[in-house]
């Protein structure tokens, strides 16, 4: 079984649109996080939940809304996109805050035309 | 002064030789302490994780930490060729997030 999944792998969409990712966790663990590696491969945290409840948002533009239905799932929906939303988007999980192991999902390759 | 800092690659290092990956990081009060290993194409893979002062080995890998000096450092011990990635520091900033190092890029010659 998977331990962090998201859907779909690729995305490939035109400016303007809105596109949503979607990240399942099965390790029943209470925080999760959406990560952006860009084209320079720096990874970088946008958004970290526990136990459904924001707790970093890192001056992500508004047009990023995250969303946590369960401690399981955890959501990117995302406005307007532009150009420069492009990259390979990252979800992880851990038992708890971050002095607990993180643990990656494949990753959502997003290119906006 | 980013919050973690890598030594500039790529690393080049023949089969059977050992891999030395540096890491910096500016904030005092950081406790916890990762080493992720990243394929090209792939998601970023934990392989060491060490919150205390000293040496702590795992197979091949023996990661070092010294909190005075604000830095951490890996070793790959006998490289072999599916070492090859780029390894990522991280480091907590706080409670709910990590920050992480621009990678250093090893590649392992036969």
């Known amino acids: 079984d998977t331990a962090v999944s998201q859907t779909p792998k690729y995305l490939v969409t035109q400016m303007g649109n809105d596109k949503s990712i979607k990240c399942e966790q099965n390790?029943?663990?209470?925080?999760m996080y959406w990560y952006k590696q860009d084209s320079k491969k720096f990874l970088k945290i946008m958004f970290s939940y526990n136990n459904k409840e924001l707790i970093i948002n890192e001056t992500v533009p508004n047009r990023f809304s995250p969303k946590s239905p369960d401690k399981a799932h955890l959501n990117l929906h995302i406005n307007s996109l532009e150009l420069g939303d492009s990259a390979v988007y990252f979800c992880?999980?851990?038992?708890?805050?971050?002095?607990?192991?993180?643990?990656f999902g494949p990753g959502t390759r997003l290119t906006v035309t | 002064q980013k919050e973690v800092e890598q030594n500039s690659g790529p690393l080049s290092v023949p089969e059977g030789a050992i891999a030395s990956l540096n890491c910096t990081y500016s904030?005092?009060?950081?406790?916890?302490f990762f080493w992720y290993r990243q394929y090209s194409g792939k998601s970023p893979e934990l392989i060491m994780s060490?919150?205390?002062?000293g040496d702590k080995e795992d197979g091949r890998f023996t990661a070092q930490l010294n909190k005075a000096s604000q830095y951490v450092s890996l070793l790959i011990r006998d490289s072999q060729p599916s070492d090859s990635a780029t390894y990522l520091c991280?480091?907590?900033?706080?409670?709910?997030?990590?920050?992480f190092g621009a990678g250093t890029t090893v590649t392992v010659r036969a």
């Open positions: 390790l029943g663990h209470d925080t």
């Open positions: 992880a999980s851990s038992p708890g805050p971050v002095s607990y192991e993180q643990y």
């Open positions: 991280a480091v907590n900033v706080g409670d709910y997030k990590l920050s």
């Open positions: 904030d005092r009060v950081s406790q916890s």
């Open positions: 060490i919150y205390s002062n």
